[in-house]
C-alpha cells in the first residue's frame, strides 16, 4: 500500500518582490492512496486521488458612473459630461422645441431639473437607489467616472479520481474508473456573473462526473476482444450565494411595482435587466444570466468494442462505436428571452421621447426597446451517433506495411425531446405577400398613434409596429417541430450511412532503413456540430414570442389594450437551418518520403535526414445556409419585406 499526501502554498505574504501585492491565495492541499486490495494478492488493485485547488483570484479595477442622489430625485443641474460641461435634459412635453445636450435651449427642462411630480418612485427610480453612491466628483476622474470597485473571486476546486484494476485470469482483466469534479466560482467577476458593480454576489458552479469501464478478454492466443463503456454528465448553475442575495434581485424588496406581461415566468419576482447604452465613464446596467432559475446540463454516454484477429501477416480489427449526446441549458437557455423583462434607456436621437442622457430616461420611464418572452426557450438536445470500422493491417514483406479498411458512420441531427418547442425558418415554405401588414405610426392632434393600414383605425401608440391581425399568416415560412415525422428529424434530412474508405502504407523502400517512405489517403466526414442552434430555434417563433417595443413609456406599455398589443408584435429575427444540408466531407491525403544520410542508427548528435512531406486536404460540402431575419418598420406589403412572421 502506496500514499502520498500535499499541500502547496502560494499566497500574497509569501511574495518577496512586490510590496503591496493584491489578496490572494493559490493553496491546493491533496493525497493519493493505493494498491493492493487484499495483501499478497496481486489481481484487485485500488488507487485514489484527491486534489482540492483552494483559489482566491485578485480582479482588476472596475469603474461606473452611478446617478447621484441629486439625479436619483430628477435633479441634474449639476450632471457634467467628460469635458466638464453640464448635460442639458430635454423636456418630451415640449414637442417642436430644442434642446441639446450641450448648448441647451427652450425645450429642456427649467433649471435641469425634473419635476417630482413626472417620477414615479415605483418605476425605475426604485432600481437606481439599489445603486452604491458615487465615491468621487466625476469631474475629477480622467475617465469620468464616480465609482470604481475591487473584488477577490473565490474558486474552491475539488477533485476525486478512483480506480479499481481486476484481473480473475491471465485472459480476462477489467478496469472501473469514477471521476468527480466540481468547480464553484463566487462573486459578480465570474463567467455568466450579474453586474460587476456588485448588485449581487452569485455562484457559477460546474461539475463533471463520470464512469468509466473496461473489459479485455483474450478469445485465443491470436484474438482478443476490447471493450469500453462510460458515461459522463456535467452541469452548470448560476445562482445568487444566499437568500440575502436573492433579495437584493427581488421587486417587491426594492419597491419595484412595476407589473410584467407573463409574471408567470418569473416565480422568484426577480427585477428586470435594464441597459443604460453608453456611459461615459461606465455604465451600471442590471444583468444577470438568463438561467438564474435552471441549470444547463450534459450527459455523454459512449461504448466501444473491438475485435482483433492475427492471421499470418494479416492483424484484422473490427469494431463498432456508439455514443448518445444530451445537452439542455436549462429553462433560460443561453442567451434566451427575457422572462423578467428587459429595458434599454441609452441615449437615441431617433427616440421622440429621448431626454439626452440615460438616468434621465430611466426617471422618465422613457426608453427605447423594451423586451420580454412570453415562455422558455426549454431545450433538451439529443443527437446520436454510430461508426463501425473493418481494417486489415498486411505485412506482405518484411520492409512493407499496409493498411486499409472501410468505416460506415451513421448520426442524427440535434433535436429537441418531447414537451419542447422549437421552429425553423424555410423559405421553401415562405408565400410572398402572405405575411400580416403592421400598424402605421401617425400623429392624432399633436399625439402619436398607431393607424391600421387597411381600416385607417386608430389605436393607442403602443400598437406601431405590430402586426394587424387578419391580414396574414404570423407564421409565414415557419415549420413546427410537430412536422418532424413528414419533414424531418431536427429539422433536417437524415444523410442515412455515410462510408469512408481508409488506406496507408510504410515502405523501406532500400531495406535498410535509411530511406523510407509514409503515405495515406481517407474520406472523412465532420457530423460533430454543437448544440447552440437547438437555442436559436427554441426560441423562434411560434415555440417562443420575442416581441420588442420601441420608443415608448413605462406607463404606455400597461395601459389598457397594450398587453394584447405587445403579444401581436413580431420578434426582432428568425431563423433557419438548411433543410437538406449534407454532411461536411473531406479527403485528406499524406506523402513523407525520409532518408537517413548517415546510417541506420547513428548517434543522435550527428544524425542528418533528409525529410519532405506532402499533405493534401480537399474539402467537399456546400456553403451552409443560414437563413436569418429581421424586422423591419413595415410589413412586405409595404415595403417589400420578405422577412417572415418575425417582421
Same mark, same amino acid.
Given at each position: 500500500?502506496?500514499?502520498?499526501?500535499?499541500?502547496?502554498?502560494?499566497?500574497?505574504?509569501?511574495?518577496?518582490?512586490?510590496?503591496?501585492?493584491?489578496? @490572494?491565495?493559490?493553496?491546493?492541499?491533496?493525497?493519493?492512496?493505493?494498491?493492493?486490495?487484499?495483501?499478497?494478492?496481486?489481481?484487485?488493485?485500488?488507487?485514489?486521488?484527491?486534489?482540492?485547488?483552494?483559489?482566491?483570484?485578485?480582479?482588476?479595477?472596475?469603474?461606473?458612473?452611478?446617478?447621484? *442622489?441629486?439625479?436619483?430625485?430628477?435633479?441634474?443641474?449639476?450632471?457634467?459630461?467628460?469635458?466638464?460641461?453640464?448635460? +442639458?435634459?430635454?423636456? /418630451?412635453?415640449?414637442?417642436?422645441?430644442?434642446?441639446?445636450?450641450?448648448?441647451?435651449?427652450?425645450?429642456?427642462?427649467?433649471?435641469?431639473?425634473?419635476?417630482?411630480?413626472?417620477?414615479?418612485?415605483?418605476?425605475?427610480?426604485?432600481?437606481?437607489?439599489?445603486?452604491?453612491?458615487?465615491?468621487? %466628483?466625476?469631474?475629477?476622474? #480622467?475617465?469620468?467616472?464616480?465609482?470604481?470597485?475591487?473584488?477577490?473571486?473565490?474558486?474552491?476546486?475539488? +477533485?476525486?479520481?478512483?480506480?479499481?484494476?481486476? !484481473?480473475?485470469?491471465?485472459?480476462?482483466?477489467?478496469?472501473?474508473?469514477?471521476?468527480?469534479?466540481?468547480?464553484?466560482?463566487?462573486?459578480?467577476?465570474?463567467?455568466?456573473?450579474?453586474?460587476?458593480?456588485?448588485?449581487?454576489?452569485?455562484?457559477?458552479?460546474?461539475?463533471?462526473?463520470?464512469?468509466? *469501464?473496461?473489459?479485455?478478454?483474450?478469445? !485465443?492466443?491470436?484474438?482478443?476482444?476490447?471493450?469500453?463503456?462510460?458515461?459522463?454528465?456535467?452541469?452548470?448553475?448560476?445562482?445568487?450565494?444566499?437568500?440575502?442575495?436573492?433579495?437584493?434581485?427581488?421587486?417587491?424588496?426594492?419597491? @419595484?411595482?412595476?407589473?410584467?406581461?407573463? =409574471?408567470?415566468?418569473?416565480?422568484?419576482?426577480?427585477?428586470?435587466?435594464?441597459?443604460?447604452?453608453?456611459?461615459?465613464?461606465?455604465?451600471?446596467?442590471?444583468?444577470?444570466?438568463?438561467?438564474?432559475?435552471?441549470?444547463?446540463?450534459?450527459?455523454?454516454?459512449?461504448?466501444?468494442?473491438?475485435?482483433?484477429?492475427?492471421?499470418?501477416?494479416?492483424?484484422?480489427?473490427?469494431?463498432?462505436?456508439?455514443?448518445?449526446?444530451?445537452?439542455?441549458?436549462?429553462?433560460?437557455?443561453?442567451?434566451?428571452?427575457?422572462? *423578467?423583462?428587459?429595458?434599454?434607456?441609452?441615449? %437615441?436621437?431617433?427616440?421622440?421621447?429621448?431626454?439626452?442622457?440615460?438616468?434621465?430616461? #430611466?426617471?422618465?420611464?422613457?426608453?427605447?426597446?423594451?423586451?420580454?418572452?412570453?415562455?422558455?426557450?426549454?431545450?433538451?438536445?439529443?443527437?446520436?451517433?454510430?461508426?463501425? @470500422?473493418?481494417?486489415?493491417?498486411?505485412? /506482405?514483406?518484411?520492409?512493407?506495411?499496409?493498411?486499409?479498411?472501410?468505416?460506415?458512420?451513421?448520426?442524427?441531427?440535434?433535436?429537441?425531446?418531447?414537451?419542447?418547442?422549437?421552429?425553423?425558418?424555410?423559405?421553401?415554405?415562405?408565400?410572398?405577400?402572405?405575411?400580416?401588414?403592421?400598424?402605421?405610426?401617425?400623429?392624432?392632434?399633436?399625439?402619436?398613434?398607431?393607424? +391600421?393600414?387597411?381600416?385607417?383605425?386608430?389605436?393607442?401608440?403602443?400598437?406601431?409596429?405590430?402586426?394587424?391581425?387578419?391580414?396574414?399568416?404570423?407564421?409565414?415560412?415557419?415549420?413546427?417541430?410537430?412536422?418532424?415525422?413528414?419533414?424531418?428529424?431536427?429539422?433536417?434530412?437524415?444523410?442515412?450511412?455515410?462510408?469512408?474508405?481508409?488506406?496507408?502504407? *510504410?515502405?523501406?523502400?532500400?531495406?535498410?532503413?535509411?530511406?523510407?517512405?509514409?503515405?495515406?489517403?481517407?474520406?472523412?466526414?465532420?457530423?460533430?456540430?454543437?448544440?447552440?442552434?437547438? %437555442?436559436?430555434?427554441?426560441?423562434?417563433? =411560434?415555440?417562443? +414570442?420575442?416581441?420588442?417595443?420601441?420608443?415608448?413609456?413605462?406607463?404606455?406599455?400597461?395601459?389598457?389594450?397594450?398587453?394584447?398589443?405587445?403579444?401581436?408584435? =413580431?420578434?426582432?429575427?428568425?431563423?433557419?437551418?438548411?433543410?437538406?444540408?449534407?454532411?461536411?466531407?473531406?479527403?485528406?491525403?499524406?506523402?513523407?518520403?525520409?532518408?537517413?544520410?548517415?546510417?541506420?542508427?547513428?548517434? &543522435?548528435?550527428?544524425?542528418?535526414?533528409?525529410?519532405?512531406?506532402?499533405?493534401?486536404?480537399?474539402?467537399?460540402?456546400?456553403?451552409?445556409? !443560414?437563413?436569418?431575419?429581421? &424586422?423591419?418598420?413595415?410589413?412586405?406589403?409595404?415595403?417589400?419585406?420578405?422577412?417572415?412572421?418575425?417582421?
Amino acid at each position: 500500500m502506496n500514499s502520498t499526501e500535499f499541500f502547496r502554498a502560494r499566497q500574497q505574504r509569501l511574495n518577496g518582490i512586490e510590496p503591496f501585492p493584491p489578496k @490572494y491565495r493559490f493553496n491546493t492541499y491533496g493525497a493519493n492512496l493505493g494498491g493492493p486490495v487484499i495483501k499478497g494478492k496481486s489481481k484487485l488493485f485500488f488507487f485514489y486521488s484527491l486534489e482540492a485547488p483552494i483559489v482566491k483570484r485578485p480582479q482588476s479595477v472596475q469603474t461606473w458612473r452611478m446617478p447621484s *442622489a441629486l439625479e436619483r430625485r430628477g435633479d441634474f443641474s449639476q450632471t457634467y459630461d467628460a469635458q466638464g460641461r453640464l448635460i +442639458n435634459i430635454r423636456d /418630451p412635453r415640449k414637442v417642436g422645441l430644442a434642446c441639446n445636450a450641450v448648448t441647451g435651449g427652450p425645450g429642456c427642462f427649467d433649471g435641469n431639473i425634473i419635476p417630482a411630480s413626472m417620477i414615479n418612485p415605483g418605476q425605475m427610480q426604485a432600481m437606481l437607489n439599489l445603486m452604491p453612491l458615487p465615491e468621487y %466628483d466625476p469631474r475629477t476622474t #480622467a475617465g469620468n467616472y464616480n465609482y470604481d470597485s475591487e473584488e477577490i473571486t473565490d474558486v474552491p476546486k475539488l +477533485n476525486h479520481v478512483a480506480r479499481v484494476d481486476w !484481473r480473475p485470469t491471465s485472459n480476462d482483466s477489467f478496469s472501473f474508473t469514477i471521476k468527480d469534479w466540481k468547480q464553484d466560482q463566487r462573486g459578480t467577476r465570474i463567467p455568466s456573473g450579474p453586474s460587476n458593480w456588485q448588485w449581487f454576489n452569485a455562484h457559477y458552479t460546474n461539475t463533471d462526473r463520470g464512469f468509466s *469501464a473496461n473489459y479485455t478478454k483474450v478469445l !485465443r492466443s491470436n484474438i482478443v476482444w476490447d471493450t469500453d463503456f462510460g458515461v459522463r454528465h456535467q452541469t452548470e448553475v448560476f445562482y445568487p450565494l444566499n437568500e440575502t442575495e436573492w433579495d437584493k434581485t427581488n421587486r417587491q424588496v426594492a419597491g @419595484y411595482t412595476v407589473p410584467q406581461y407573463h =409574471p408567470d415566468l418569473n416565480p422568484r419576482n426577480v427585477l428586470p435587466r435594464v441597459n443604460f447604452g453608453t456611459v461615459t465613464g461606465g455604465a451600471p446596467n442590471f444583468t444577470y444570466d438568463t438561467r438564474l432559475i435552471d441549470q444547463g446540463e450534459g450527459w455523454l454516454s459512449s461504448v466501444r468494442s473491438n475485435l482483433t484477429y492475427i492471421r499470418g501477416s494479416h492483424s484484422i480489427k473490427v469494431g463498432m462505436y456508439y455514443d448518445d449526446t444530451r445537452n439542455s441549458e436549462g429553462k433560460g437557455g443561453v442567451g434566451g428571452g427575457s422572462w *423578467a423583462g428587459d429595458y434599454n434607456f441609452g441615449v %437615441d436621437t431617433n427616440n421622440p421621447l429621448d431626454t439626452n442622457f440615460a438616468f434621465s430616461n #430611466a426617471l422618465l420611464g422613457n426608453f427605447t426597446t423594451y423586451t420580454e418572452t412570453d415562455g422558455f426557450a426549454d431545450v433538451r438536445g439529443r443527437r446520436p451517433t454510430a461508426e463501425s @470500422y473493418i481494417q486489415d493491417t498486411w505485412r /506482405p514483406k518484411r520492409n512493407l506495411t499496409v493498411d486499409y479498411g472501410m468505416r460506415f458512420l451513421w448520426y442524427q441531427a440535434w433535436a429537441s425531446g418531447q414537451n419542447t418547442k422549437s421552429a425553423s425558418f424555410d423559405p421553401e415554405r415562405y408565400v410572398p405577400g402572405g405575411s400580416p401588414l403592421l400598424y402605421q405610426p401617425v400623429l392624432v392632434n399633436g399625439q402619436q398613434r398607431a393607424q +391600421n393600414p387597411v381600416t385607417g383605425e386608430i389605436k393607442p401608440a403602443v400598437y406601431i409596429g405590430g402586426f394587424v391581425l387578419g391580414t396574414g399568416d404570423l407564421y409565414n415560412g415557419m415549420v413546427t417541430q410537430d412536422e418532424w415525422d413528414t419533414y424531418g428529424t431536427g429539422f433536417r434530412v437524415n444523410q442515412g450511412i455515410q462510408p469512408e474508405g481508409r488506406a496507408g502504407l *510504410a515502405w523501406d523502400i532500400t531495406g535498410s532503413g535509411k530511406t523510407s517512405l509514409h503515405a495515406s489517403v481517407g474520406r472523412y466526414h465532420n457530423p460533430f456540430v454543437n448544440a447552440n442552434g437547438l %437555442d436559436n430555434l427554441a426560441r423562434n417563433p =411560434p415555440a417562443q +414570442n420575442n416581441p420588442v417595443l420601441r420608443y415608448s413609456t413605462i406607463d404606455q406599455m400597461f395601459a389598457p389594450e397594450a398587453a394584447a398589443a405587445f403579444d401581436t408584435r =413580431p420578434s426582432s429575427g428568425v431563423l433557419g437551418l438548411q433543410h437538406d444540408a449534407p454532411t461536411p466531407k473531406s479527403l485528406n491525403y499524406s506523402r513523407h518520403p525520409a532518408r537517413d544520410r548517415l546510417g541506420h542508427r547513428p548517434r &543522435r548528435d550527428l544524425r542528418r535526414q533528409q525529410d519532405a512531406e506532402h499533405r493534401g486536404h480537399v474539402r467537399h460540402q456546400r456553403p451552409p445556409v !443560414r437563413h436569418e431575419l429581421h &424586422r423591419r418598420q413595415s410589413a412586405e406589403h409595404q415595403s417589400g419585406n420578405r422577412s417572415g412572421p418575425a417582421g
